[in-house]
């Protein structure tokens, strides 16, 4: 038996494959697989563990003739036809709640580090440009009191809350497909619509996944709803924002800024993102804390063990729809 792993993952993981001498390891360290050596590199895998970008498509899924369980090295599986996948009985796995702290921690890094204006501010120090003290220079808000709107108030959205509750004391307003009554109580936590949230909130923070009815969620109409000194934050996935409608805002002031780790067409950024003094930036690194990565390679080879050798759906399993027969038939 074949297991594909795109690229390098914490050690763990692979040890724990290696306890399988049944199982062969294609181990790929270097740069990411373009397309076509990807359709090669499947063709006899009976397991993947793919990263983010690696668009595991249905042309890459009919190719693979063994495939028996995709296990995603992300929570995320926006990359992976879902559909495709289930159609030929191949599992698709993910690792749930392994990096909640950590993007969390992030969103809440981007948010001081765009308020306070720490990353404009290291790039000023680095140019040689500190010649005297300014009592002006690199003014921003403070944060304790504000408030605080969550799109998507799953593990990671109440998480920032808490921090952001506990810590600065903020106001906490949501919108959500269903309610959080233990978060609300926890964290006296509103929830409202998306309008209100918009128009309410100092800070935006967006944590829903992308799917059909999430993408261009936030967009020209909503933008211009936010006010005109609140920031918006997003850890979830880029095309959940509007990029171009983003970039007008921001130029025109609609609002003050943006801190993004994740983008429309990633790895590319907006060339206008990248002039704008108003915007932090990081390459979709939310869930790099060595806890959580270490956590993501786990669950993964967890989940190919769990097909693989205990001949048994993937613990963490996505298309459950593959295991309905087996939930009824227990309940
Ligand atoms: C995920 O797991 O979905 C993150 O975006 C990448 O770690």
Redesign the pocket.
């Known amino acids: 038996m074949k297991v594909l792993i795109t690229r390098e993952i914490p050690q763990v993981g692979i040890n724990l494959l290696k306890e399988h001498k049944e199982i062969e390891i294609d181990y790929r360290k270097g740069p990411p697989l373009s397309r076509e050596e990807l359709k090669r590199a499947v063709k006899d895998v009976d397991a993947i563990i793919p990263v983010?970008p690696d668009q595991i498509s249905k042309e890459i899924i009919e190719h693979a003739d063994n495939l028996k369980v995709i296990a995603a090295y992300?929570?995320?599986y926006d990359h992976i036809d879902l559909d495709a996948a289930t159609r030929k009985n191949i599992y698709v796995g993910n690792?749930p709640g392994d990096?909640t702290e950590a993007v969390a921690e992030h969103s809440f890094a981007l948010m001081m580090s765009l308020g306070r204006r720490v990353a404009e501010a290291d790039r000023f120090c680095r140019a040689k440009r500190y010649e005297y003290w300014d009592p002006m220079a690199f003014i921003g808000p403070k944060f304790m009191n504000k408030t605080l709107g969550i799109i998507g108030f799953g593990r990671i959205g109440q998480f920032f809350a808490r921090m952001a509750k506990n810590g600065l004391n903020m106001r906490i307003l949501y919108t959500d497909v269903i309610s959080h009554p233990e978060g609300e109580n926890l964290l006296d936590a509103e929830k409202v619509s998306l309008d209100y949230l918009l128009t309410n909130s100092d800070v935006v923070s967006i944590h829903v996944n992308l799917t059909e009815e999430t993408k261009h969620m936030i967009d020209h109409d909503q933008l211009k709803l936010m006010k005109p000194l609140s920031i918006l934050i997003n850890t979830s996935r880029g095309p959940i924002i509007d990029e171009n409608a983003l970039v007008t805002a921001l130029k025109e002031g609609i609002i003050a800024g943006a801190a993004l780790d994740v983008f429309e067409n990633e790895p590319h950024i907006h060339p206008d993102l990248l002039k704008l003094k108003n915007v932090v930036l990081t390459p979709?690194i939310a869930?790099a804390t060595w806890e959580a990565r270490i956590q993501m390679a786990r669950m993964a080879v967890e989940n190919v063990i769990d097909v693989l050798v205990d001949k048994k759906p993937p613990r963490y399993i996505v298309n459950k729809e593959l295991i309905k027969d087996i939930v009824s038939s227990i309940v």
């Open positions: 983010i992300s929570v995320g690792t990096l979709h869930s």
